[in-house]
């Protein structure tokens, strides 16, 4: 009987823990170690930050195969044979990493100390609950800048617009020309003219120089501005 070591629970880990047939889970030890007892559902995390109702995290407990066992741990380092954890350590035959991603600041000075990332449902959550303390304590809407209109940017800015109307000036950020510059024109156009009837202030062609505390400086047709 092979340790077989499964690390994270995000996506690739429970897609490859849900392929297996059941003789397999049955012949090996298999064990899944995770920070937490619930899988994010990363495409709607922009939903928890704008604080919309949904489920947007999942017991493990409810999606993994009773023959996986599961363990809460911090992964501190990979070794030959062994994974050592805050807890304790984890002897395997075979490994599977699926320890999900970091954020990418792409050399943006200021991000780490003054932007947020969209990592998991408790962070997100913490997010949310910023948003709605400042709402509180400002006496005029909120100046909220989203950064890059990529699917996640514009997930993210077309939620606060729905959840915060009138409590919230937003501005979203694209150093392309368009957003959505994976889609079709004609998907991205659809897009544009949805979130500026939304009152969602779209800057294009704005490339993200540094993020300060109360602002963000970008460079669009070779001036810069804030």
Do not use: W
């Amino acid at each position: 009987m092979q340790e077989i070591l499964i690390l994270g629970a995000g996506y690739a880990s429970l897609a490859f823990v849900k392929s297996l047939p059941k003789e397999v889970l049955q012949a090996h030890s298999f064990t899944l170690v995770s920070k937490t007892y619930q899988h994010s559902v990363q495409v709607l995390l922009h939903d928890v930050v704008a604080g919309l109702p949904g489920r947007h995290a999942l017991n493990l407990m409810e999606i993994l195969p009773p023959q996986v066992r599961l363990v809460q741990d911090e992964v501190l380092e990979i070794k030959e044979g062994i994974v050592v954890g805050r807890k304790q350590e984890y002897p395997y035959t075979k490994l599977i990493v699926g320890l999900g991603f970091a954020s990418e600041s792409f050399g943006v000075a200021g991000v780490e100390e003054h932007a947020h990332a969209l990592l998991d449902h408790r962070q997100c959550q913490e997010l949310h609950q910023k948003l709605q303390s400042a709402m509180q304590e400002s006496q005029k809407p909120l100046e909220v800048v989203v950064c890059g209109a990529g699917f996640s940017g514009v997930e993210l800015v077309g939620a606060l617009a729905d959840a915060f109307k009138g409590r919230v000036h937003l501005t979203c950020l694209e150093a392309m020309p368009k957003i959505l510059p994976m889609f079709s024109p004609k998907l991205a156009n659809k897009a544009q003219e949805y979130l500026q009837q939304l009152g969602v202030r779209l800057k294009v062609g704005a490339k993200i120089l540094k993020c300060l505390e109360k602002g963000v400086i970008v460079e669009a047709g070779g001036n810069k501005s804030k």
